[in-house]
């Protein structure tokens, strides 16, 4: 890699890497916390119910970020037996991770707009330039990260929260039958992601949402 493909690389990274770890923060945090509420404490005496980045890092996942643009986190251990309707307190669990990146993405893209209503063709001085002109790339692959995270979970492929979600979603006897594909789930996922299938799922509503929430910037 020449000097300047390093340059371009590390400078890509710098922007991708706080939306990163805010997406597998919030998303993580939502799973145990809400499994936490529905009487499983299994996250938060593993301390998982944590805002700290690096409790939820997993080594694999974050070198997919660096070589593909899309990565994950350590699944937060969940124990049904905790719960006392394993089947729908599951959906609510699983659901909960897509959610709150979504949550962050409607605030981050609040964050955009408001920026851009203060400071749009007024002059902000040099130090105003030499904060805002790195942060708004970053907010937006913040908004863009955690959106992805989301669309990519719901992906109803095993172990993603998709799975889980179809699953409490069904009678309990279909639910049982698609149970049978969870040993098959990574290599599924994997040839999703090997043929590039995962893009023509996930970045259709991807550019629709991200449009949505950014429209009117121009």
Same mark, same amino acid.
Request: glycine share 8%; proline share 9%.
């Given at each position: 890699? #020449?000097?300047?493909?390093?340059?371009? /690389?590390?400078?890509?990274?710098?922007?991708? +890497?706080?939306?990163?770890? *805010?997406?597998?923060?919030?998303?993580?945090?939502?799973?145990?916390?809400?499994?936490?509420? !529905?009487?499983?404490?299994?996250?938060?005496? %593993?301390?998982?119910?944590?805002? #700290?980045?690096?409790?939820? *890092?997993? *080594?694999?996942?974050?070198?997919?970020?660096?070589?593909?643009?899309?990565?994950?986190?350590?699944?937060?251990?969940?124990?049904?037996? #905790?719960?006392?309707?394993?089947?729908?307190?599951?959906?609510? =669990?699983?659901?909960?991770?897509? %959610? +709150?990146?979504?949550?962050?993405?409607?605030?981050?893209?609040?964050?955009?707009?408001?920026?851009?209503?203060? /400071?749009?063709?007024?002059?902000?001085?040099?130090?105003?330039?030499? =904060?805002?002109?790195? !942060?708004?790339? @970053?907010?937006?692959?913040?908004?863009?990260?955690?959106?992805?995270?989301?669309?990519? #979970?719901? @992906?109803?492929?095993?172990?993603?929260?998709?799975? +889980?979600?179809?699953?409490?979603?069904?009678?309990?006897?279909?639910?049982? +039958?698609?149970?049978?594909?969870?040993?098959?789930?990574?290599? =599924?996922?994997?040839?999703?992601?090997?043929?590039?299938?995962?893009?023509?799922?996930?970045?259709?509503?991807?550019?629709?949402?991200?449009? *949505?929430?950014?429209?009117?910037?121009?």
């Amino acid at each position: 890699m #020449n000097p300047s493909d390093l340059s371009s /690389f590390l400078r890509d990274l710098t922007v991708l +890497a706080p939306g990163f770890l *805010l997406a597998i923060t919030v998303h993580e945090y939502a799973h145990g916390y809400i499994a936490y509420r !529905l009487g499983d404490p299994t996250a938060k005496l %593993a301390g998982r119910l944590s805002f #700290n980045p690096l409790s939820h *890092l997993d *080594l694999f996942g974050t070198i997919a970020l660096i070589l593909a643009r899309i990565g994950w986190a350590k699944p937060v251990p969940v124990d049904p037996r #905790n719960l006392r309707n394993p089947k729908q307190d599951m959906l609510w =669990i699983s659901l909960g991770g897509p %959610a +709150a990146n979504m949550a962050a993405a409607i605030a981050l893209a609040m964050v955009v707009h408001l920026l851009v209503a203060m /400071f749009y063709g007024r002059p902000i001085g040099e130090l105003g330039v030499f =904060i805002l002109r790195p !942060l708004f790339p @970053i907010l937006i692959a913040a908004i863009q990260m955690n959106v992805m995270l989301a669309l990519f #979970n719901l @992906i109803p492929v095993p172990p993603l929260d998709g799975f +889980a979600v179809l699953q409490g979603l069904l009678p309990i006897r279909h639910a049982y +039958a698609l149970e049978q594909l969870q040993p098959y789930g990574v290599f =599924i996922l994997l040839l999703l992601l090997l043929t590039g299938a995962v893009g023509y799922i996930i970045f259709p509503p991807l550019h629709f949402i991200q449009g *949505l929430l950014l429209s009117g910037l121009g």
